[in-house]
């Protein structure tokens, strides 16, 4: 017999080979019904899988938020079976869940066009009818590569080729004739997959990710537990496509992307102006944190990079170039190793720690042009990067200074924190288990001593040490990861760098490396889509724009615009020969946060009206109290 162990704590012996189905129609009837997979030792398991050992079960119903990555993966290979069905001699190669989704890449001759997805559509609803039952198969190795070469499923039977000796060959068989490879777990039947999912693009894939092989044609879709969570998705992505940063960043004149600077930004008089404005923000935050700047070369030697052990691990990533010397170059692809340089410089004692040393850093890294994404994904980009040389004893304190400043950078430039993920020992690593305990215990430390509980993200840590990655949060509800302090023994030790220790023994400095914004190209086009293009008034490149109604106030608008400049605002004119709501419409569109409207009547009193972006109406004031109203809101929140 074995022992199964139920949430409640409660033991019950069954006989081996006994199923979830059968288990729980002798629990309940309703609960046989419902039941759509288990969980046993905390793995998921296939409801009519046979159980062979004694274990901790918990019988799963299809509302489970664990499934629904099951219904993602179920929902894919619905996606092959309807594809096949429709498609006769298209082959499928993989398909698995994605964040949000699923994809699935086929081999056929002919193109799938966009008209294509909603007979796919109706035909993987058709298969939620048929309640097709799914049923898992363990087949011998041989046998099933042979099969699935006589069905002409060559991809499927590569990957059985490439699999280890020892994975055990499982097929999921949906209905009487339809079957794919998969490990699963996958629900009883394709009922339990429902409906609401939806097909929503086509994109090229090449087989295993290597562009030298075959190219294949990648449906995505999405897939939720409830129609009502599709439909919200639905919603997030219209949204989403509003607020893209490529659109807006043109819109707005803000910079643009060609051909000949693949993964580089050109960016235009009102794009480098934001970039300005985020700068000088961070450089009085980072002065009033006790930081000193520097600045490292662009272009640094190939026995430089191998000493720091970039070389060998991020080679493939650099950019390099040989001159007629005879050196090999390459362009820096991070910082870290240009400021043990400065560290190293002179004789440094205990005394002098915390050395808070901070760079805009312009770093460059070879990304494959597939992956390239506006700003998101750049091959030249600006790092906020700094790295506190520090004493062991100064690590909890240094970190939890950092995290303080950066919840608070954050919560300035309009993001919401999540929160802190403690990225673990990834399974290959540097370092003994000691080590690891205590540098996460510190990590912990410094997190809770900061007002956080930190979220345990298992395996993420860098391969020399663990790390606290930041989190936040949209105004449209995506999170993404702004923020990191690393722990590093490992760069110190390769570079040599030392201090003086209070007892006069020469002693490795902890190196932490720390980032809130990342790199500016990304930040920026994340801020861009959090604020959909409306720039709180600081931030703003042009903040106002003046705007006469007639030609004949052409002459105070320029006065106008004088005044607010000389007291430090961003001004435009816009004094075309053209009607008012013209000029306001466009101004608009573009995402101005004022217009000030000026007319012979506004001349003659000395006034001028404010229309602010979104508001309903307009605020007639003085010149001189428009001004000082709009220079006290223009103040960056540092200022305030």
Known sequence: MIDLTFPDGAVRSYEPG?????????LSKSLAKKAAMLRLNGELYDLD?????????????????ALLEVIRHDTAHLLAQAVQELFPGTQVTIGP???????????RDEPFSLDDLPKIEKKMKELVDRDEKIVREVWERDAAIRHFEEIGEHYKADIIRDLPGTETITVYRHGDNWK???RGPHFPSSKFIGKA?????????????????????????TAWASEEDLQAYITRLEEAEKRDHRKLGRQMNLFHMQEEGRGMVFWHPHGWTLWRTLEAYMRRRLDAAGYVEVKTPQVLDR??????????????????CETVEGETLSLKPMNCPGHVQIFKVGLRSYKELPIRMAEFGACHRYEPSGSLHGLMRVRGFTQDDAHIFCREDQIVEETTKFITLCRQVHADL????????LATRPEVRAGSDEFWDKAEAQMAEAARAA???PVIAEGDGAFYAPKLDFIVRDAIGRTWTCGTIQLDYVLPERLGAEYVAEDGSRQRPVMLHRAILGSFERFIGIMIENYGGKFPLWLAPIQVVVAPITSDANDYAQQVAAKLRSQGLRVDTDLRNEKINYKIREHSLAKVPVIAVVGRKEAETGEVALRYLGQEGQTVLSVDAAAEQLRTESLPPDLK
């Open 49 to 65: 899988r046979p159980i062979e050992g004694s274990a901790a079960i918990e019988i799963l119903t299809r509302d489970d938020p």
């Open 197 to 221: 999912f939806k097909l929503t693009k086509l994109a090229g894939a090449y087989w295993r990710g290597d562009h030298n092989n075959a190219q294949l044609q990648r449906i995505y879709g």
């Open 97 to 107: 869940a994605i964040e949000d989704g699923f994809y699935y890449d086929f081999a």
């Open 303 to 320: 026995t430089f990079w191998e000493k720091s052990g970039h070389w060998d691990k991020y080679r493939p990533n650099m950019f390099v």
């Open 451 to 453: 007002g956080v509980e």
């Open 18 to 26: 006994a199923t979830g189905r059968t288990i729980a129609e002798g």
């Open 180 to 182: 794919d490879l998969c």
């Open 414 to 421: 309009g993001m919401q924190a999540e929160h802190i993920a």
